[in-house]
């Protein structure tokens, strides 16, 4: 049996998800509709915000921020976008993943389109995460170190999941859709050559993909049954790994047993995540006197398999501004410690004056015992001019599995973000209709609160 035909046999078994992993599906399935509901609601998200407009004329899949639904891959492909656009969306930091960006808009659109339950829509969304998940784990740094996003190159796949499940095609369908999806994936990180928003696209073209491959598994298109373990499969070609299917058939065994999503990270800042624990490090030496008129100079303990993303060309990432900046390091300490925050709105406008100057003032150097990507660590120490170095280890970001976040946290990112976009009651009625969704028969309460939500740009 190859391993896609192992997997889908075995999610199959799984009929209902485990209460509290279905409570925590739901959050994370809340939070990305909220920050994708924020970033329709901005600046960078007016694009994407532009094309809903012009493909949500009449369909059966919301759009965000649009009166009307469109064609389910179109819809997908906008509300991923959407959800991706602020780097606020959920993070699994084992498997580098931004699963949510993917497997939300992708289960929305597809259980709109079948007219499936609140539940199976939750249901197929976490087992794919879980799927997802462990195709990170499998190969742990492996497509990013190729330069590819696994968000988006395994997002297709397990897209392709999700469509087909919820269409209602058998295990060979699933199958050929799952194939299908390997020859549409895509997505690589030369857009950090100038901050350009076409990462954002990475996880909306991953869901897309699988909407179209579910369709054209379902007209009778074949795809490889080996799209994983094979020769040209996504681990080879994608991860230049040989040997990760072989570590993904033991993870594959303990579906339904071990639930990977309830470690899945939060993001309580729009940025990159790597970034977080720093920002967190930079609060904490705030309270020890660490101010900008008082840095001499301040070095980064970085994890080597963030440097990259986060430090690489220093003196670029020195100068970032606006979008790119959600990139750059040094820049979004040094907002931390000229603004005292770092909201969306810190990448919505210039940045305030002494900034750069500031940035221009820190370094970096690897972090050696590091434990990323398991955990965000970070080590911060700053020389003060009046001759101080204090020091600060930030062991793993909040948010993350060890340091978990209430549920009040989350739902207040929510609220705060949907109010970008939303009135009051409509923001009232989305709320209302996410608390329901796992014993909702169908979708229109959730599809009709959507749509309402049109009228602030």
């Excluded at 509709?33 to 600046?43: D, E, L, P």
């Excluded at 699933?174 to 020859?183: D, F, M, T």
């Excluded at 996504?234 to 594959?252: C, K, N, S, T, Y």
């Amino acid at each position: 049996m190859t391993l896609l035909a192992d997997i889908v046999a075995r999610l199959a078994q799984i009929e209902t998800l485990p209460a509290p992993v279905e409570r925590v599906a739901l959050l994370h399935l809340t939070d990305a509709i909220g920050v994708g509901h924020a970033a329709a609601g901005t600046a960078i998200g007016a694009p994407w915000r532009r094309h809903g407009a012009s493909v949500a004329q009449g369909g059966a899949a919301s759009v965000f921020g649009q009166p009307q639904g469109a064609a389910p891959a179109d819809a997908a492909l906008v509300n991923g976008g959407l959800i991706h656009s602020l780097e606020y969306d959920d993070t699994h930091t084992g498997s580098i993943v931004h699963g949510s960006a993917v497997l939300a808009p992708a289960a929305l659109a597809a259980a709109e389109a079948a007219g499936a339950s609140g539940a199976a829509l939750i249901r197929s969304y976490a087992l794919w995460y879980e799927v997802m998940i462990r195709l990170g784990i499998a190969s742990a740094g492996g497509f990013q170190n190729r330069g590819f996003q696994l968000t988006s190159v395994g997002g297709a796949l397990c897209a392709a999941g999700i469509a087909a499940e919820l269409r209602g095609l058998g295990a060979p369908g699933q199958v050929a859709a799952i194939g299908i999806a390997l020859s549409q994936a895509s997505g690589v990180f030369e857009f950090l050559t100038n901050g350009s928003t076409v990462k954002s696209m990475h996880p909306g073209w991953a869901a897309h993909a699988g909407l179209i491959a579910a369709d054209l598994a379902a007209a009778g298109i074949t795809g490889p049954e080996t799209a994983l373990e094979g020769r040209f499969g996504l681990f080879r070609v994608f991860a230049g790994d040989e040997d990760a299917a072989a570590r993904l058939a033991p993870l594959i065994a303990d579906l339904g047993q071990v639930w990977h999503l309830e470690r899945a990270a939060y993001k309580f800042f729009p940025c990159c995540h790597y970034i977080h624990p720093f920002l967190e490090g930079v609060e904490r030496l705030a309270a020890q006197g660490l101010a900008a008129d008082s840095v001499d100079w301040i070095d980064f303990g970085v994890p080597a398999g963030a440097a990259s993303i986060i430090c690489e060309p220093w003196e670029a990432k020195c100068a970032a501004q606006g979008h790119s900046a959600r990139w750059s390091l040094p820049v979004t300490a040094a907002m931390w410690l000229v603004d005292a925050e770092v909201t969306l709105d810190s990448f919505e406008r210039p940045a305030s004056p002494g900034v750069h100057a500031l940035a221009a003032r820190m370094r970096w150097s690897v972090l050696q015992d590091s434990r990323f990507p398991d955990r965000f660590d970070a080590c911060i120490r700053a020389g003060l001019r009046d001759g101080r170095v204090i020091e600060v280890r930030v062991d793993d970001v909040y948010g993350n599995a060890s340091r978990p976040p209430g549920a009040a946290d989350v739902m207040s990112k929510f609220t705060a973000n949907l109010a970008r976009l939303a009135g009051p009651a409509q923001a009232d009625a989305l709320t209302r209709a996410l608390e329901g969704l796992p014993n909702a028969t169908g979708l229109a309460g959730l599809s009709g609160a959507l749509r309402a939500i049109s009228g602030k740009a």
